[in-house]
């Protein structure tokens, strides 16, 4: 089999995920991604009061919906539906779109830092536990770790 030389071959390296899988792991978190988006995306736009239960139970929250909230909602709904865009472009060339999927994992990066440093405005404000919100932390670095581990991996498109 002929090798690009370009390509560095992380399937041959030590303890390393065959590039099979590789891919398969970062098109399962894409897809899901993509998925979450939309849904939350479009409740949040069209049905924020569906958004706030769902939240509850998803999220741990507590959200009563005022005309602020509820603005707040369908903005982040927008923002949502955007980052499904971004997904949807990448899902299908995660090659060519690696620098998308490194930007999403970001994204869910800053989420987790959020989450944490503003924990006190998130627990009096929304009246998340903090196992719940550790959870949900735990979550967002899962993906981004296997949105920047999996693509890492895929060969770099020529120039």
């Known amino acids: 089999m002929r090798r690009d030389p ?7 390296a030590p303890g ?3 590039s099979r899988r590789r891919r398969l792991a970062l098109l399962a978190v894409v897809w899901i991604l993509l998925i979450y988006h939309v ?3 479009a409740l949040s736009m069209f049905f924020p009061l569906v958004t706030a239960e769902f939240a509850g139970s998803f999220y741990g929250t ?7 909230s509820e603005y707040m909602l369908k903005a982040l709904g ?29 994204l869910q990066l800053l989420r987790a830092f959020s989450r944490l440093a503003y924990f006190d405005v998130l627990s009096s404000g929304l009246e998340v536990p ?4 550790a959870l949900n932390v735990a979550l967002l670095v899962a993906e981004a ?8 991996s895929v060969p770099t498109p020529p120039a």
């Open 39 to 41: 849904g939350i995306g």
């Open 145 to 152: 770790a296997v949105l920047i581990a999996c693509s890492r």
């Open 62 to 68: 507590r959200l009563e919906l005022d005309a602020q």
């Open 78 to 106: 927008m923002y949502a539906l955007f980052v499904a865009s971004v997904l949807g472009i990448a899902v299908r060339d995660p090659e060519r779109y690696r620098a998308l999927l490194v930007a999403v994992a970001g």
């Open 130 to 133: 903090m196992g719940r919100n």
């Open 6 to 12: 370009e390509v560095v071959d992380v399937e041959t």
């Open 16 to 18: 390393s995920m065959p």
